[in-house]
């Protein structure tokens, strides 16, 4: 593939706590000239780029996020604000507490949930595999099917790993034919980046593919 082919699976995100406007318009200038999937950006900017930039800018913003623990109530607020500011796609976290205490119907429950208030937008589901054992991420694959969300989503970025190759096989055995994948975290080079998309991942989430492939290729992007 070529390498700014791979730009259109990306979702160009900044999500630092200090991130400033001068960042978020960055961001949203290089989505455009580059044409990512969407820019991925902390909600109390969604406002803010959606008056600047309109439809032009496809707005992804996150949900319980990075830790998950809100109560569901508190993600369904966050969703519908997100929604009413102009966001297309939600990233929410699942409530890692749960999954530890084995409760995935909770978890299911949650996403279906969420995924009902998203309605005919997109709803990703981060289940941060660092924290997971192999029988909690297969068991979070079937949650995510079962609730009907659009992704399954490795990592936050914030946790302790990021996204593996593992990870997203071990993924394509057990979520359903109706479900993607999106690898975040971790993906800091080019060969990251084609090698996730080569396993199956129709997003990849990254601060840096931009600047990666713009180094890569030289002045003949």
Not at 122 to 144: F, H, P, S
Not at 193 to 213: D, P
């Amino acid at each position: 593939m070529e390498p700014k082919e791979m730009l259109k699976y990306v979702d160009h995100t900044q999500l630092k706590a200090f991130a400033t406007w001068a960042d978020i318009q960055k961001l949203c200038e290089e989505a455009l000239e580059f044409h990512t999937a969407s820019v991925c950006i902390p909600p109390c900017y969604i406002r803010r780029v959606h008056d600047a930039y309109g439809d032009k800018i496809n707005i992804c913003t996150v949900v319980g996020f990075p830790l998950g623990y809100s109560v569901t109530e508190a993600k369904l607020a966050e969703v519908r604000q997100a929604l009413a500011d102009g966001a297309n796609e939600i990233d929410m976290v699942v409530n890692i507490s749960d999954v530890k205490n084995g409760d995935f119907d909770k978890v299911e429950q949650e996403i279906a949930a969420l995924k009902k208030a998203v309605g005919d937008k997109i709803l990703k589901v981060i289940i941060e595999t660092c924290y997971l054992t192999q029988e909690e991420k297969i068991a979070l694959c079937k949650a995510v099917t079962n609730a009907g969300a659009d992704f399954i989503k490795t990592s936050t970025g914030f946790g302790t790993g990021g996204a593996t190759l593992e990870d997203i096989r071990l993924f394509k055995e057990h979520i359903g034919p109706k479900v993607r994948m999106k690898a975040a975290g971790g993906v800091k080079t080019v060969d990251d980046l084609e090698a996730f998309i080569s396993e199956g991942c129709a997003r990849i989430g990254t601060s840096s593919a931009i600047s990666l492939i713009k180094n890569q290729m030289g002045g003949d992007y």
